[in-house]
């Protein structure tokens, strides 16, 4: 009797250990595809590239040739001088923003005829310079220096 005991309570345990083997396969086959459908949402989602100039407006200057883009919400202004003898001529462009929160002299940004290099500018925060034109910004907005190097991207010498 004794060896029927035995044989009984190791039938149980091989049904318990099944069971619970069964149990463990159960639950991690049920689990892998909600953590592989967890993973998928929270895998980052590509940006598609934006052209941020797209929209922006294009100032064409023939007596230096060179183009650029601009902001929609600037404006662009010839700057002449005029010597002694009242001799003006065009020296450059001015961008000005419109926005509010922008100072439209030390937030401007001024493109320079052949007569100025970076170098001579003074204390500019940034500067773009080629043998011929150079372009620049006093202003420490961050903002406008990242409209600065947007327009940057976009200079082409046109002669």
């Keep these: 009797m004794p060896h ?47 052209n941020e100039t797209a929209g922006w407006k294009t100032y064409q200057n023939k007596e230096f040739g060179f183009e650029f883009k601009y902001p929609d919400d600037w404006k662009v202004e010839d700057m002449t001088y005029c010597t002694a003898a009242n001799v003006c001529g065009s020296v450059g462009t001015i961008l000005k923003p419109n926005a509010v929160n922008l100072d439209p002299v030390k937030d401007r940004i001024e493109w320079g005829g052949r007569q100025f290099t970076c170098e001579l500018a003074g204390k500019v925060t940034r500067c773009l310079s080629d043998e ?28």
Excluded at 4 to 10: H, L
Excluded at 134 to 158: P, Q
């Design 132 to 159: 011929k034109e150079y372009m620049h910004t006093y202003s420490k907005n961050s903002e406008v220096l990242k409209i600065f190097d947007k327009i940057a991207e976009t200079v082409k010498v046109t002669n």
């Design 4 to 50: 029927n005991i035995e044989k009984a309570i190791i039938g149980v345990l091989i049904v318990i250990i099944l069971a619970m083997g069964g149990y463990f396969i159960y639950v991690n086959r049920a689990q892998a595809p909600a953590d592989e459908n967890n993973s998928a949402q929270n895998a980052p989602t590509p940006t598609p590239s934006v």
